[in-house]
C-alpha cells in the first residue's frame, strides 16, 4: 500500500514569508509525528497528534510554528515569517496508533530552504 | 542538553567487516531503543529495535547489545555490504504521553567494496 507522502519535495521561499508542509500518513494510521531534520543533526520531535486527543507541541521551537490535522487524516505544519534557521528537511511520521510499540513510518521531506 | 550521544559521526568499514554504531542515553525512564536507517532523500526507516528487559537481539545481519547499568546501547552490522551505506540513526522514548522518540545525531556509514 501507499506510503507517507509528503508536499512539496522541496520549497524555497524568502524570509519573512509563511510556508505551508503537507503530510498525508498511511490510511487508517492514528498517529501522527512531525520531525525536524537540520544538516548534521538528528530528528528533532516537533508535534504529535493522536486521535482527538490533544495534540503534544512541546517540541515547536517557537509561536512561529503551528501544526493541525483535519479529520484525523492529513497534518499541516504552517511556518510564519520564516527564518533562516528554519531551513531543514520537515519529516513526517505515522503509526497505527500512539505509543513506542507501534512503528513509526517516515514519509520522504520537505526539504525548505529560506534565502 | 542532548539525551541520547551518538558515535562515531561517520565511519568506514571494508566489505565484509564489522560496523559498530554507540548510543549513551541520560533518562532512566526511557525503555524503548530504536535504530533506524536513512538513505540518501529518503526518511528513516526502523532497522531494529530494543526493549531493557533484554540484553541482546540480533535480526539477521544486525545486532543490537543494550547494557542497562552503563545506559549504552549499540548496533552491529556483521558482514558489512555496500548496501549498507547509509546514516544510522540511534533513538529512544519513554512509556507515557507522546512516546516520541528522541534521536541520536546519526553515523554516516560507508562501506567500501
Request: net charge positive; hydrophobic share 30%; glycine share 10%.
Amino acid at each position: 500500500g501507499a506510503g507517507v507522502s509528503q508536499s512539496p519535495s522541496n520549497k524555497v521561499t524568502e524570509k519573512g514569508k509563511d510556508v505551508e508542509l503537507r503530510c498525508d500518513p498511511i490510511s487508517g494510521h492514528t498517529a501522527l509525528y512531525w520531525y525536524r531534520q537540520s544538516l548534521g543533526q538528528g530528528l528533532e520531535f516537533l508535534i504529535y497528534f493522536q486521535g482527538n486527543s490533544a495534540p503534544d507541541k512541546s517540541g515547536l521551537p517557537s509561536d512561529r510554528f503551528s501544526a493541525e490535522r483535519t479529520g484525523g487524516s492529513v497534518s499541516t505544519l504552517t511556518i510564519q515569517r520564516t527564518q533562516q534557521e528554519d531551513s531543514a528537511v520537515y519529516l513526517c511520521a505515522s503509526s497505527l496508533s500512539g505509543g513506542a510499540i507501534y512503528e513509526q513510518f517516515f514519509g520522504p521531506g520537505t526539504r525548505l530552504t529560506v534565502l | 542538553q542532548q539525551q541520547v550521544k551518538q558515535s562515531p559521526q561517520s565511519l568506514i568499514v571494508q566489505k565484509g567487516g564489522i560496523s559498530i554504531i554507540n548510543c549513551a542515553y541520560e533518562n532512566t525512564a526511557f525503555d524503548y531503543f530504536p535504530w533506524y536507517q536513512q538513505f540518501p532523500g529518503k526518511g528513516p526507516a526502523l532497522l531494529i529495535a530494543i526493549r531493557p528487559d533484554v540484553s541482546e537481539k540480533k535480526e539477521g545481519r544486525f545486532t543490537i547489545s543494550f547494557n542497562k547499568s552503563a545506559k549504552q546501547f549499540s548496533l552491529h552490522i556483521m558482514d558489512s555490504q555496500p548496501g549498507d551505506s547509509a546514516t544510522y540513526f540511534c533513538a529512544a522514548s519513554k512509556k507515557g504521553g507522546s512516546e516520541k522518540l528522541v534521536f541520536g545525531k546519526g553515523t554516516k556509514l560507508t562501506v567500501n567494496p
